[in-house]
C-alpha cells in the first residue's frame, strides 16, 4: 500500500513538470576588439519557450562568484541570465588597487566601455531561449555605471537597474534621443562614493531630459549595500544592508514586471 503512495506522487510530480526543475548555467566564451572574455549564462531549463533576457555586469572586482549567484537568482525567476565580462577572462581580484585599475582602464574611453558592454549584450541576444523583444540589463557598484552607459548608448533594452552604481547624467543628445530604456537606480543614502552634489546634478539632469527614470535611495545604507561580502573588505564605504538588499530587489522585481511584462 505505501509503495502504491509513493508511485501515485512520483507520478504527481512528474505530471506538474517540476521533478527535474533546475538552474543550467555555463560558461561562453567571446571577444571583443581581440580581448579574450567569458561570461556566464544561466536560465531554468523547465521555462518553456522564449524567456526574456537579462545582463548582469559585475562590480569593479570583475566577474566572480557573487554576480554569477545574481544570474542564478535571476534563472530561477524564469529569466535567462548573462553575466558578462567587462575585463578579459579570468580577471577577477580581490584587490581594490588592482580593481581600481582594471575599470579604469575600462572607463577612461566611453566609446570602448559601451563597445565592451554591447558585446556582452550581443551574446545573451544569440542564445536561442531568449525573447529578444524583452531584454533588460542589471548591473553593481561599476556594473550600475555601466548598465547606464548601456541605456544612453541606445542599447534594445526594455530596462536597466543600477545597484549602488555612480549616477551618471546622459548628454544633451542622449537624454533626448538615443536613451530607449527605462532606468531605475538603487541607491545608498550613505554611499561616500556619490557625493550630494552629485546626485543634485544628477537629479537636474534626468529632469531636463525625456527619459523615464526613478531613483530610490535607502536610508543608512552605504555602498556595495546588496554584496554580502561588503563587510570583509576592510573598506569603511562598503557595508551589507540585508534591508536594502531586499528591498531594491523587490523593486527590480517590480520594474521587470512593468517593463518586461508579467508572462516569463
Same mark, same amino acid.
Given at each position: ?118 558585446? #556582452? ?6 542564445? =536561442?531561449?531568449? /525573447?529578444? !523583444?524583452? $531584454? %533588460? *540589463?542589471?548591473? +553593481? ?78 536610508? #543608512? ?6 554584496? =554580502?561580502?561588503? /563587510?570583509? !573588505?576592510? $573598506? %569603511? *564605504?562598503?557595508? +551589507? ?24
Amino acid at each position: 500500500m505505501k509503495s502504491k503512495f509513493f508511485l501515485i506522487l512520483l507520478l504527481l510530480i512528474l505530471s506538474t513538470g517540476t521533478a527535474f526543475a533546475k538552474v543550467v548555467s555555463q560558461s561562453i566564451a567571446y571577444t571583443e576588439d581581440g580581448v579574450s572574455l567569458e561570461g556566464y549564462l544561466a536560465y531554468d531549463d523547465t521555462v518553456s519557450g522564449k524567456a526574456p533576457g537579462i545582463l548582469v555586469v559585475h562590480e569593479w572586482w570583475g566577474l566572480n562568484d557573487y554576480v554569477r549567484s545574481r544570474a542564478e537568482q535571476l534563472a530561477r525567476m524564469g529569466y535567462v541570465a548573462f553575466a558578462l565580462d567587462m575585463y578579459g577572462k579570468g580577471k577577477s581580484t580581490e584587490h581594490p588597487d588592482q580593481a581600481a585599475a582594471w575599470m579604469k582602464a575600462i572607463n577612461a574611453n566611453m566609446d570602448q566601455w559601451l563597445k565592451r558592454a554591447m558585446a #556582452g549584450l550581443d551574446v545573451l541576444k544569440k542564445q =536561442p531561449r531568449v /525573447d529578444t !523583444r524583452r $531584454m %533588460a *540589463a542589471i548591473g +553593481y557598484c561599476f556594473g550600475g555605471a555601466t548598465v547606464q552607459v548601456l541605456a544612453y548608448g541606445g542599447a534594445d533594452l526594455k530596462g536597466v537597474v543600477s545597484f549602488h552604481g555612480s549616477l551618471i547624467p546622459p548628454s544633451a543628445e542622449q537624454a533626448g534621443r538615443t536613451t530607449q530604456a527605462k532606468i531605475l537606480i538603487c541607491h545608498g543614502a550613505q554611499d561616500p562614493m556619490n557625493t550630494p552634489e552629485a546626485m543634485t546634478a544628477y537629479v537636474n539632469a534626468m529632469n531636463a531630459s525625456t527619459i523615464d527614470w526613478q531613483l530610490i535611495v535607502y536610508g #543608512g545604507a552605504r555602498h556595495s549595500f546588496t554584496n =554580502p561580502d561588503a /563587510d570583509k !573588505r576592510s $573598506m %569603511a *564605504a562598503l557595508a +551589507y544592508s540585508p534591508s536594502a538588499d531586499r528591498r531594491s530587489w523587490q523593486q527590480m522585481t517590480n520594474f521587470f514586471n512593468e517593463v518586461l511584462g508579467d508572462e516569463k
